[in-house]
């Protein structure tokens, strides 16, 4: 029997552009897509999160323009905590699979790998380590 699980990922974007959201979101939904093996008919939803500095653009367009016409979406902004990453889009899936917890690999690309270097594969932590 399939379980809900979440697939979470973070990328950081050069600048508040249409372009660079939708080309950043685009990056990391595909990367989260590709290394989970998942088909958009498993994906039950997908959360969408920007910093308050990345307003030129909603980051689950990008989902649209892949395809995803029928998969429920949101966006919502990150909580602004003093001395956070800037210019950050985080996406949260949520996929039916009977892949366990342990196995997902969530995405922490570039920059945003700072935020979690346990599971995004190294990386210096000299900004908080945000969750």
């Known amino acids: 029997m399939s379980k809900v699980r979440g697939i979470r990922g973070a990328i950081r974007v050069g600048e508040n552009s249409r372009e660079s959201i939708l080309t950043a979101s685009s990056e990391l939904l595909q990367q989260m897509l590709l290394?989970?093996?998942?088909?958009p008919d498993e994906i039950a939803?997908?959360?969408?999160?920007a910093t308050d500095d990345l307003n030129?653009?909603?980051?689950?367009y990008a989902a649209r323009e892949m395809g995803m016409t029928f998969v429920p979406l949101l966006c919502a902004r990150e909580i602004n905590v003093p001395g956070s990453m800037?210019?950050?889009i985080r996406i949260l899936i949520h996929v039916n699979?009977?892949?366990p917890s342990k196995q997902i690999r969530h995405q922490y690309l570039g920059e945003a790998?700072?935020?979690?270097p346990d599971i995004a594969g190294g990386?210096?932590?000299d900004?908080?380590?945000?969750d």
Do not use: C, K, Q
């Open 35 to 39: 290394v989970n093996d998942v088909s």
């Open 45 to 49: 939803s997908i959360f969408f999160t």
């Open 56 to 60: 030129a653009e909603y980051p689950a």
């Open 86 to 88: 800037s210019r950050l």
């Open 97 to 99: 699979t009977d892949i």
């Open 113 to 116: 790998g700072r935020l979690r």
């Open 123 to 125: 990386g210096d932590n």
């Open 127 to 130: 900004h908080r380590n945000e």
